[in-house]
């Protein structure tokens, strides 16, 4: 949620009582469902950044932070601050914890996170907006490119619509 036109941004707050992303992912059906119980706080719309975004993503137990995806353009950065998720790195399954650092390069290797543990998982998402971005999702039936508007339209690998 961006501060409207007439809003000045706030100028600090704690991230854990900005507001809560309203929809819980922007993957269509049968895939949004998969992110259930997953809590994004898009902390950079605040500011109204908008050449990068920066969420602060909850990941309760056996939560998934996202399908095992690639961008083609944007790049991404993981900072853990609580718990151990599991990071699934094409092939590789690595066990991270508080402090782990990661980045993703664009069209590097694909990546998830999945809370594997019984405790809650904290993370800091860093993330740029390059326009003209495209996502692969190898393990799924599902691709997404990036609208002029900025907003996801996601089809099947064949290209057909969701």
Partial sequence: MAPSDNEAPPCTLQAIDAPA???????????ASMMNGRIKRPLGDLFG???????LTQLPPGCVSALHHVHSRQEEFIYVLEGRPTLLLGEQIIELQPGSVAGF?????????HNRTEQMCVILEVGCRTPGDTVAYPSDDIQA????????????????RY
């Fill in 145 to 160: 490119v990036a609208g002029a508007d900025g907003k996801w339209q996601f089809t099947h690998r064949d290209g057909s």
């Fill in 49 to 55: 950044l908008g050449h990068f975004g920066v969420n």
């Fill in 105 to 113: 390069a664009a069209g590097g290797q694909a990546h998830h996170l």
């Fill in 21 to 31: 992303r309203t929809r819980p992912s922007h993957y269509p059906e049968p895939f």
